[in-house]
């Protein structure tokens, strides 16, 4: 019997899934699931690499978005984590040096390798069920979920007094943000499978994980996915230009003042309540104390912030601060930048392809989780594996809408 190199392909990613997933968790299950990512991951590239000489793609060579953006991350971790370089932090910085490399080949590689429909569904079905069955193991072997549904929400705001479940991963936010991430994906196939009571399960389930991890980033993000989908969804009923200009910027103006008024103080009050407010005061004058402000402290990992030896650094649960803090100006405009392109690009045409829609709406999720932990593009969050090589498919691969992505339909 014949094994399709497509199956070959995504049951090695399903690999690396699982790999980042036992990464996560509290006690390994085998000895070293480091090893295993980055033989999972090498393997991958590789296979890809020979795929691409085997069928003599054309696009492989060939100019475009997907390649230049390529060669940028690579100049600009060759910037940020050798020209760069801080000396003191030289052992740390090699080891995220080597992180972000794999990290941006391996959502490069496979964001080209899903340049069709069929193969982005299969991408999206295989990363849902993967990251699902690995946390619903995961919590059954490591329960310390609270039983009683009535008490989860007021929970979740109790500050440092909270009771949080962590199932087995190493943080609680750790297993919130996985879940939180099944949720949006399964938003991509519930509408498109007769047995959507699969996900709705899934998706229930997973809404409890969040709730007893009481993660207040992914419960206020998957309030704002939901806002985003029923927004999405009325403005599909105005028909004027005008009109769903004015409905934007009312739904805008509301959005801001729930924020600015959930505490009596605004935004302060906002950042004391999410025990924030220390990322930015005490950190970013540390960075222009130490004249390190156009190319940051050094290439390392978010964690290797919190009281850094070197500079007495407090935590960076903002992706945003982190960038700034690592790379400094320069590389907080780079990424911006690509944020800013990410997101155009995702927006042109997206009324006409309804899953380049949801990958535009799960983008801007994402990006509102960055504010409150470090979970954009970066390696150590699982999620971001998914997220960013939908990201980069859907924008920097050429669309085709006659390939029949218009039946591919999404609601809540």
């Given at each position: 019997?014949?094994?399709?190199?497509?199956?070959?392909?995504?049951?090695?990613?399903?690999?690396?899934?699982?790999?980042?997933?036992?990464?996560?968790?509290?006690?390994?299950?085998?000895?070293s699931p480091l090893g295993l990512y980055y033989g999972s991951a090498i393997i991958l590239i590789t296979w890809m690499i020979f795929l691409k000489i085997k069928n003599r793609n054309r696009r492989f060579i060939q100019i475009s978005p997907l390649l230049l953006w390529?060669?940028?991350?690579?100049?600009?971790?060759?910037?940020?984590?050798?020209?760069?370089?801080?000396?003191?932090?030289?052992?740390?910085?090699?080891?995220?040096?080597?992180?972000?490399?794999?990290?941006?080949?391996?959502?490069?590689?496979?964001?080209?390798?899903?340049?069709?429909?069929?193969?982005?569904?299969?991408?999206?079905?295989?990363?849902?069920?993967?990251?699902?069955?690995?946390?619903?193991?995961?919590s059954v072997l490591n329960w310390d979920g609270n039983s009683q549904i009535s008490g989860l929400i007021s929970n979740v705001f109790k500050g440092y007094t909270r009771d949080r479940s962590a199932f087995g991963f190493y943080h609680p936010n750790t297993v919130a943000?996985?879940?939180?991430?099944?949720?949006?994906?399964?938003?991509?196939?519930?509408?498109?499978?007769?047995?959507?009571?699969?996900?709705?399960?899934?998706?229930?389930?997973?809404?409890?994980?969040?709730?007893?991890?009481?993660?207040?980033?992914?419960?206020?993000?998957?309030?704002?996915?939901?806002?985003?989908?029923?927004?999405?969804?009325?403005?599909?009923?105005?028909?004027?230009?005008?009109?769903?200009?004015?409905?934007?910027?009312?739904?805008?103006?509301?959005?801001?003042?729930?924020?600015?008024?959930?505490?009596?103080?605004?935004?302060?009050?906002?950042?004391?309540?999410?025990?924030?407010?220390?990322?930015?005061?005490?950190?970013?004058?540390?960075?222009?104390?130490?004249?390190?402000?156009?190319?940051?402290?050094?290439?390392?990992?978010?964690?290797?912030?919190?009281?850094?030896?070197?500079?007495?650094?407090?935590?960076?649960?903002?992706?945003?601060?982190?960038?700034?803090?690592?790379?400094?100006?320069?590389?907080?405009?780079?990424?911006?930048?690509?944020?800013?392109?990410?997101?155009?690009?995702?927006?042109?045409?997206?009324?006409?392809?309804?899953?380049?829609?949801l990958t535009l709406i799960v983008f801007f999720v994402n990006v509102f989780s960055s504010l409150g932990e470090t979970c954009f593009m970066y390696p150590s969050f699982a999620s971001c594996f998914i997220y960013t090589t939908l990201y980069i498919a859907y924008a920097?691969?050429?669309?085709?809408?006659?390939?029949?992505?218009?039946?591919?339909?999404?609601?809540?």
């Amino acid at each position: 019997m014949k094994v399709k190199t497509e199956t070959i392909t995504f049951s090695i990613w399903c690999i690396v899934l699982i790999s980042r997933i036992l990464i996560s968790l509290n006690n390994g299950l085998i000895s070293s699931p480091l090893g295993l990512y980055y033989g999972s991951a090498i393997i991958l590239i590789t296979w890809m690499i020979f795929l691409k000489i085997k069928n003599r793609n054309r696009r492989f060579i060939q100019i475009s978005p997907l390649l230049l953006w390529g060669v940028s991350f690579g100049v600009y971790l060759l910037l940020f984590g050798k020209i760069f370089a801080n000396d003191s932090l030289k052992s740390l910085t090699s080891f995220t040096f080597n992180a972000m490399l794999v990290f941006y080949i391996l959502v490069f590689f496979m964001a080209a390798y899903i340049d069709d429909e069929h193969k982005k569904t299969t991408f999206i079905k295989v990363s849902f069920w993967t990251f699902s069955l690995s946390v619903m193991l995961s919590s059954v072997l490591n329960w310390d979920g609270n039983s009683q549904i009535s008490g989860l929400i007021s929970n979740v705001f109790k500050g440092y007094t909270r009771d949080r479940s962590a199932f087995g991963f190493y943080h609680p936010n750790t297993v919130a943000n996985i879940a939180l991430c099944i949720i949006l994906l399964s938003a991509y196939l519930i509408r498109n499978d007769k047995k959507r009571w699969r996900y709705i399960f899934v998706d229930a389930f997973m809404i409890y994980v969040i709730l007893s991890a009481a993660s207040r980033t992914a419960l206020s993000a998957l309030m704002f996915f939901i806002v985003l989908i029923i927004y999405d969804n009325l403005l599909k009923k105005i028909k004027g230009k005008n009109e769903r200009i004015i409905f934007s910027v009312m739904l805008f103006a509301i959005v801001i003042l729930l924020i600015l008024f959930s505490s009596k103080d605004g935004l302060d009050g906002l950042f004391k309540v999410s025990n924030r407010q220390y990322n930015f005061t005490y950190n970013i004058p540390i960075l222009n104390n130490n004249g390190r402000l156009m190319i940051g402290l050094g290439l390392i990992g978010s964690g290797e912030f919190y009281q850094l030896p070197q500079y007495h650094t407090f935590f960076v649960d903002n992706y945003f601060l982190y960038v700034l803090m690592s790379t400094g100006i320069i590389g907080l405009l780079f990424i911006i930048t690509f944020m800013v392109y990410l997101g155009r690009k995702l927006f042109a045409g997206s009324e006409d392809v309804p899953m380049k829609r949801l990958t535009l709406i799960v983008f801007f999720v994402n990006v509102f989780s960055s504010l409150g932990e470090t979970c954009f593009m970066y390696p150590s969050f699982a999620s971001c594996f998914i997220y960013t090589t939908l990201y980069i498919a859907y924008a920097c691969n050429k669309e085709d809408v006659e390939l029949g992505l218009r039946k591919y339909e999404y609601s809540m």
